[in-house]
């Protein structure tokens, strides 16, 4: 298996870039952020505990996304691999993956980052807001709580896969075709 993290903060790229990755390389993407849309949108006890904490731009608790992501990985036996977006977020997260990577004889490949600048990443998520129906992207200051939960909780999960020698930065501004030719060539690299 080959498994990949792609990190970055709100409006980094992530999820666009995701698209692209799996139909390249035939990953399976989990997405803890669309994971927990789906629980929204079926109304899912789950969901509607969710709802009221992203509405805030805070991270939900640790256990309802690592069970998720258990459960995802259950449920996919013939993966060839698994790219992660918006997940690990937490140092308790990643410490978590590790171990259930760990069960399936598998673990990380690398992770990569995409660096971009916050008035970047304000900017592109209140245009997505004017059309996403994401009710996190409507307002400034939850998209700004958002980063600030990244830098406070978040970034140093990044610090946690570096002690393995498994971060690599990518530059996440400039054209999307750009950023996703930069991130082939280092999973290329690593392949
Ligand atoms: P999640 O769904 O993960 O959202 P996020 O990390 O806040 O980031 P986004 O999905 O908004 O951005 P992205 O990096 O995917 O960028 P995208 O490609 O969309 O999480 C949402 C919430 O769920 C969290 O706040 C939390 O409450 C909860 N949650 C999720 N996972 C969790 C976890 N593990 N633990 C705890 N809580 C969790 O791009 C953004 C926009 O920019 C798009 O409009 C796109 O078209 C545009 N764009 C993309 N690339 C470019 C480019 N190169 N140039 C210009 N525009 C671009
Ligand atoms: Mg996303």
């Given amino acids: 298996m080959f498994n990949l993290i792609l990190f970055g903060p709100p409006g980094s790229g992530k999820g666009t870039q995701s698209e692209k990755l799996i139909a390249k390389y035939g990953l399976k993407h989990l997405s803890t952020g669309d994971l927990l849309r789906s629980e929204i949108a079926n109304q899912t006890p789950l969901g ?36 992660f977006d918006g997940f690990p977020r937490t140092s308790a997260q990643a410490e978590a993956l590790d171990k259930l990577l760990e069960l399936k004889n598998t673990g990380i490949a ?19 807001g004017e059309t996403s129906g994401r009710s996190d992207d409507t307002n400034e200051t939850v998209i700004r709580a958002r980063i600030t939960e990244y830098r406070n909780k978040t970034a140093v999960v990044a610090d946690y896969y570096a002690q393995f020698d498994k971060v690599v930065a990518v530059k996440g501004e400039g054209t999307v075709d750009d950023i996703f ?10 392949m």
């Fill in 48 to 83: 509607l505990e969710a709802k009221k904490i992203m509405d805030k731009g805070q991270l939900v608790p640790d256990e309802v996304v690592i069970g998720m992501i258990s459960s995802a990985l259950d449920n996919n036996p013939k993966a060839k691999g698994f790219l």
């Fill in 110 to 128: 690398a992770m990569l980052a995409l660096e971009v600048t916050e008035e970047e990443l304000v900017k592109r998520l209140l245009k997505r």
């Fill in 181 to 190: 030719g930069a991130l082939c060539k280092e999973i290329d690299d690593r």
